[in-house]
């Protein structure tokens, strides 16, 4: 019994001084003293002359972290449930999030926003305690020269259409690749013309494409371009130059580790990009001063010259001749340079950037600028006011650059000295310069050459016939001229045009 005894007060004394040391310091690994200012300390040795104590490390317990901002799968009913047990629900949660605080992992999952490596848990979410690698959802990239991406899922390929100011060639090519390159892809069958009549091939229809093998796949585009629908110098007046046409081609991965996939439809589209410029009223200036600087594939510019003509009398434009029109399916930017001073008083609101990307063939919207003139301007008669070019924004120019001009073609002229003609006796006219008044109340003006007559000196603006007029008393009314080119008017009869107004043109057949 004595002996016992003993046995037992030595047990308990042990007990007492290990309970101690586990409430101070502890050293695992050795029988080593621990370091004094750390409660745990591993090491196998004391440290050696370049302080190393062990040749093994800390080995820290593998999970597969199933959620960012829980203390998952620690309180999850089963691993990857989602579901809270009994310790992790209501106000359990705040606590054992707090006292959680600083534990440390090594996470193997890498979905649900993770990557594999060492977390620690901050009291409110998991971080990785250094840059980890995630697993990217699955994708399908195109290296194509002109691929664009739209969104996750759509590649745009703008295919050159042959027929604008871009390169091309029939040897373009579609590059399809993918990653994770793990992962294999498959490509959809079911090719779609998605706009207009899609795209032509000459050989190697999408269709006949075998799925991609290796990463990244080629397949050669022969595409024909689009000179069977537009034409090189096409005149908006006659064809639509804003022509597009489109093939999908859609291809899949298989799922990853994490069970996503991806589908990615490839968008081959081919637009003919233009910028057209010209006057509102086409029967005034419209093509006839419309020059182009410049090979085909050069510095080409198309260049106009608008006439800035006389104010009425009541300070407003004489018509709507001066107007700018400007339509295109590109976006483009405009400089102006004033040529002239204190001609315009503003640009008449062209901003320094218009114009759309449009690529579903629609026509693009018309925009009209009309610049103004002061009211009263310098002596500038055949001056150039200024001059405005419109390029393209593309990095690769897909129009001709149009600059436009605008030349002051009249101003106001000294009226002192003309004699009032309405009533004269026209043997008093002599060679004096008479003003006259029309059946339709316009002041228009006459002036003598001698021998050679008197002649009209300004245009004659009536939009009726005087009562005493043949055409009136047959009874000929006017007709208005709508969309019918005047040079398609000519079925062999005779006709006298009157001036232009607005956008029609007066005239009449006389028999």
Not at 103 to 132: E, H, P, Q, S
Not at 373 to 395: E, H, I, Q, V
Request: proline content about 5%; charged content about 20%; overall charge negative.
């Amino acid at each position: 019994m004595k002996i016992n005894k003993q046995i037992i007060f030595y047990l308990l004394f042990v007990l007492l001084i290990a309970n101690f040391r586990l409430e101070a310091q502890v050293t695992i690994g050795s029988n080593i003293d621990s370091n004094k200012g750390s409660l745990l300390d591993l090491k196998e040795k004391a440290p050696e002359s370049n302080n190393s104590n062990a040749t093994r490390g800390l080995l820290l317990p593998r999970v597969r972290l199933t959620d960012k901002d829980d203390l998952f799968p620690m309180f999850e009913t089963s691993p990857g449930s989602g579901a809270a047990n009994e310790n992790y629900t209501g106000s359990l949660k705040d606590e054992q999030d707090s006292n959680h605080t600083g534990l440390f992992v090594y996470n193997l999952n890498r979905c649900n926003g993770f990557g594999k490596g060492t977390y620690v848990w901050n009291g409110i979410t998991w971080d990785a305690l250094r840059d980890v690698r995630y697993l990217d959802v699955p994708q399908i990239l195109s290296s194509n020269q002109n691929a664009e991406l739209l969104d996750a899922n759509t590649i745009l390929i703008r295919v050159p259409s042959g027929t604008d100011l871009r390169p091309f060639t029939y040897d373009e090519k579609l590059s399809i690749g993918w990653i994770p390159s793990n992962l294999s892809v498959s490509k959809d069958n079911n090719i779609e013309n998605t706009i207009g009549t899609g795209l032509t091939f000459n050989s190697n229809n999408p269709a006949t494409w075998a799925n991609p093998s290796i990463n990244p796949t080629i397949y050669p585009l022969d595409i024909t371009t689009m000179s069977d629908v537009v034409y090189l110098d096409c005149n908006p007046d006659w064809c639509n130059p804003f022509i597009s046409r489109e093939t999908t081609v859609k291809f899949q991965t298989t799922a990853d580790e994490c069970g996503r996939s991806n589908n990615v439809t490839i968008r081959l589209n081919q637009t003919n990009y233009r910028l057209v410029i010209k006057k509102t009223n086409y029967y005034l200036q419209q093509w006839g001063t419309r020059l182009r600087r410049g090979g085909r594939y050069g510095s080409g510019t198309f260049t106009y010259r608008f006439l800035i003509t006389p104010l009425k009398p009541d300070g407003g434009w004489d018509g709507d001749f001066n107007d700018l029109e400007e339509q295109s399916n590109a976006v483009w930017k405009m400089a102006y340079e004033e040529k002239e001073p204190n001609i315009f008083s503003s640009t008449g609101g062209i901003p320094q950037m218009g114009g759309q990307e449009i690529i579903d063939g629609a026509t693009p919207p018309i925009h009209y600028y009309k610049p103004e003139r002061n009211l009263n301007p310098p002596d500038s008669r055949y001056k150039m006011a200024g001059t405005f070019t419109f390029s393209d924004t593309a990095r690769i120019q897909r129009f001709y650059p149009v600059e436009v001009s605008y030349v002051q073609c009249a101003t106001g002229f000294d009226k002192s000295g003309i004699v009032n003609g309405d009533g004269l006796d026209p043997a008093l006219w002599g060679d004096q310069v008479l003003s006259h008044t029309d059946q339709d109340g316009n002041v228009f003006y006459s002036a003598g050459y001698g021998t050679a007559g008197r002649w009209m000196i300004t245009n004659l603006a009536a939009k009726t016939y005087a009562e005493n007029s043949p055409a009136y008393n047959a009874g000929k009314t006017l007709i208005a001229f709508d969309d019918k080119p005047v040079e398609n008017h000519d079925n062999g009869k005779g006709k006298y045009a009157y001036q232009v107004m607005g956008d029609k043109l007066t005239w009449v057949e006389v028999d």
